[in-house]
T-cell receptor, first 117, second 115 residues
Framework: GAVVSQHPSWVICKSGTSVKIECRSLDFQATTMFWYRQFPKQSLMLMATSNEGSKATYEQGVEKDKFLINHASLTLSTLTVTSAHPEDSSFYIC?????????????FGPGTRLTVL | AQSVTQLDSQVPVFEEAPVELRCNYSSSVSVYLFWYVQYPNQGLQLLLKYLSGSTLVKGINGFEAEFNKSQTSFHLRKPSVHISDTAEYFCAVRPRDTNAGKSTFGDGTTLTVKP
């Protein structure tokens, strides 16, 4: 199956700093990428949907100025957590889709664990 | 809007025993249904999906699931589990009639296979 990578796999940062997480589709072009947040022992919560070349669509309650998403190419989307605080500590997972249609399979990255001190 | 309820948060089972992980959903529109597995500190891997056709779908690693429209359920089953099946399992739905592809996930079921 298609492979999606995330970098870094884990990151520890100080409160107030910004952290960038990359999501890459390695062997296919992803017109749509999704960013999820997962708290320990909980489900995935969709944060935003990003389409290549256009602005991301954020879910209700997600601060777009805090979680900056850029889908610069068909193989790369980035999530930047700006002015991170301890409550932003979480497991962030991206997924990439072969197309926008709802039936298209989504391939998930391995996740990035963010710890804000 | 959609919601997904996984009825069991934890399922302990002995190796080689059968297992069923239950999933019910609620939606005002038709949906596609998915089961994913997540190993510790990893992303999700697709086990199987129901898009249309036969309501019994077979997936990887010997898993299968049956879509029951009247009961709005999509339970996951395996006739004989292995230690390596120990993981977190998520049921998810996606509305058919959009191009958004947004998934709604259940809270997950932790399957623990004991020797």
């Amino acid at each position: 199956g298609a492979v999606v990578s995330q970098h870094p796999s884990w990151v520890i940062c100080k409160s107030g700093t910004s952290v960038k997480i990359e999501c890459r589709s390695l062997d296919f072009q992803a017109t749509t990428m999704f960013w999820y947040r997962q708290f320990p022992k909980q489900s995935l919560m969709l944060m935003a949907t990003s389409n290549e070349g256009s602005k991301a669509t954020y879910e209700q309650g997600v601060e777009k100025d805090k979680f900056l998403i850029n889908h610069a190419s068909l193989t790369l989307s980035t999530l930047t957590v700006t002015s991170a605080h301890p409550e932003d500590s979480s497991f962030y997972i991206c997924s990439a889709s072969l197309g926008q249609a709802s039936y298209n399979e989504q391939f998930f990255g391995p996740g990035t664990r963010l710890t804000v001190l | 809007a959609q919601s997904v309820t996984q009825l069991d948060s934890q399922v302990p089972v002995f190796e080689e025993a059968p297992v069923e992980l239950r999933c019910n959903y609620s939606s005002s529109v038709s949906v596609y249904l998915f089961w994913y597995v997540q190993y510790p500190n990893q992303g999700l891997q697709l086990l199987l999906k129901y898009l249309s056709g036969s309501t019994l779908v077979k997936g990887i690693n010997g898993f299968e699931a049956e879509f029951n429209k009247s009961q709005t359920s999509f339970h996951l089953r395996k006739p004989s589990v292995h230690i390596s099946d120990t993981a977190e399992y998520f049921c998810a739905v996606r509305p058919r009639d959009t191009n958004a592809g947004k998934s709604t996930f259940g809270d997950g079921t932790t399957l623990t296979v004991k020797p």
